[in-house]
């Protein structure tokens, strides 16, 4: 046996407050964490709605998802990807984003893909 670490992609394309599925993604990045995998958090498409600074769900009596977004460095993952593509087609920039968030190119997204153990889509 190795001790050769664990690195997984988590891709959320899906937005928050329409399915379930963000935020399970962010939970499996969790226990992922939890469990000494490095994670590599990747916000695609309409997922990085997820993203957006100050959102309100009281209308919909959800938990905000950016409550775990904020907390996620006590988990070691150090790094929330978004694609800049993403940005773009829906006309946002950084600054619409939680600050601990890097924009990457899809270019730059497919090579971490590429280079983890296992990718999983939500």
């Excluded at 498409?45 to 996620?72: R, V, Y």
Aim: with cysteine; aromatic share 8%.
């Amino acid at each position: 046996m190795t001790n050769e670490q664990i690195t997984t992609c988590i891709i959320i394309k899906s937005p928050p407050f329409s399915a379930i599925d963000g935020k399970e993604g962010i939970d499996l990045a969790l226990v992922c964490a939890a469990f000494d995998q490095q994670v590599n958090l990747i916000f695609v498409e309409q997922g990085i709605f997820h993203l957006i600074k100050s959102q309100d769900s009281n209308c919909i009596d959800d938990k905000l998802h950016d409550k775990q977004l904020n907390a996620i460095e006590f988990y070691d993952i150090d790094k929330i990807y978004v694609e800049s593509e993403s940005l773009e087609k829906f006309h946002l920039t950084e600054k619409h984003l939680l600050s601990h968030v890097d924009c990457l190119p899809s270019s730059d997204i497919k090579t971490l893909c590429h280079s983890a153990n296992q990718t999983v889509i939500f």
